[in-house]
């Protein structure tokens, strides 16, 4: 595990940390790694609020974090590139936090982009991320209206606005002391178009944009992972820019006889004593369906794990299986029957008995 990372000791958190004490220790690194403060070195400051950004990601989400204590970094994949901010899900925090802090400074704006797409979660089965399935979404989305073309005007007919002469902005300064603040606002008179509308467009009603229902079938891949996001390029709101993207983020139902950990499955199955003892065969209903037999050898001890090649999860955009690694849990009947008593203790004095043979023939 080259890239283990400690999320606890890059927020300064402990390992019990509540939401609140791992939120609060994020915006105080928030506040301090802000590339937009550091544009010396912005790019060392990019990637260490990337890392807290990733942290506080994995250790504000229930799921996220127990797969993190149980099996560290690894054990949270964020797709096959790691983190990136697709995957990250509070930008309002985020926002909030800007707002507070800096306002009118101009922050936020690395996740501008980010605000443009949709983003949609859907949940599958960790059978169908075997397998692979396809998803059947319904969404609306914002475009373009393409009667106005985005102008909001009939026809598209307007004329340039006299209060910001066409800029759509108008400049407030503002003085305290011997500072001056100067902010830009989107003009009143035009709401920032820059424009006058002289009749509305009937089909947008003025807004410039319309909503469309979009259908789409979503092929989820084989191996897909808990958090992998698949971007659906130009299937987000549509902008004067182009359009954003749709963001589909898989979730992973958990299932319940089999835990996934990269690219390998875990299960555990108990057998009696006498079967770890003599060996036994048994069946196992795989994730793919298929029934698997797995030779038990004489002598399995408790917690023993038998691992089977090739019989985990299809490794995702490439070639190949994981593991599948099955822990044997061993029991012992609580209540034994006469006839089981009988042949137990006879088990049980077994080692005595060779005792007293080997001292009486010696
Ligand atoms: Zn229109
Ligand atoms: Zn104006």
Redesign the pocket.
């Known amino acids: 595990m080259a890239d283990e990372k400690d999320y606890y000791s890059i927020l300064g958190v402990s390992k019990n940390a509540t939401k609140d004490e791992i939120k609060k220790a994020y915006r105080e690194l928030a506040k301090k790694y802000h590339p937009d403060l550091h544009p010396e070195n912005r790019k060392e400051y990019e990637e260490k609020f990337k890392e807290i950004s990733e942290a506080y990601e994995v250790l504000m989400d229930d799921d996220k974090r127990r797969i993190y204590d149980q099996y560290g970094s690894e054990g949270v994949k964020f797709g096959p590139q790691g983190f990136d901010w697709n995957n990250f899900t509070h930008y309002d925090d985020i926002q909030d936090l800007f707002n507070q802090f800096f306002k009118n400074m101009g922050f936020g704006s690395i996740f501008e982009d980010e605000r443009q797409n949709i983003r949609f979660v859907v949940n599958i089965d960790l059978k169908d991320a075997y397998n692979g399935t396809t998803k059947n979404i319904s969404y609306e989305r914002e475009v373009i ?9 009939k026809n598209g007919k307007t004329r340039k606005c006299p209060t910001c002469n066409g800029t759509g902005q108008v400049r407030n300064v503002r003085s305290m002391g011997f500072m001056q603040y100067v902010s830009v606002q989107p003009c009143p008179a035009c709401n920032g178009r820059g424009y006058i509308i002289e009749e509305k ?8 944009k ?1 909503i469309v229902k979009e259908n789409l079938e979503v092929n989820i891949p084989k191996g897909a992972d808990d958090g992998l996001n698949l971007r659906i390029r130009g299937k987000g709101p549509g902008s004067k820019n182009g359009n954003g993207d749709l963001i589909i983020t898989i979730h992973v139902n958990q299932d319940p006889v089999y835990k996934r950990d990269g690219d390998d499955l875990y299960t555990e199955i108990d057998i009696p004593f006498t079967k770890a003892a003599l060996g036994t065969e048994i069946s196992l209903e795989h994730i793919s369906g298929e029934n698997l037999n797995i030779k038990i050898p004489p002598g399995t001890q408790p917690g023993e794990i038998i691992r089977i090649k090739n019989k985990g999860m299809p490794k995702f955009n490439s070639r190949g299986y994981g593991d599948l690694l099955i822990k044997i849990n061993v029991t012992i009947p609580k209540n034994l029957t006469q006839r089981q008593r009988e042949l137990l203790m006879e088990l049980d004095n077994e080692p005595e008995r060779k005792g007293f043979f080997h001292s009486r023939f010696k």
Do not use: E, V
């Not at 209206?145 to 005007?153: F, H, I, L, R, S």
């Not at 467009?201 to 410039?208: A, F, L, S, W």
């Open positions: 209206c393409p009667d106005c073309n985005g102008t909001g005007a467009c009937p089909r947008c009603k003025g807004k410039g319309i």
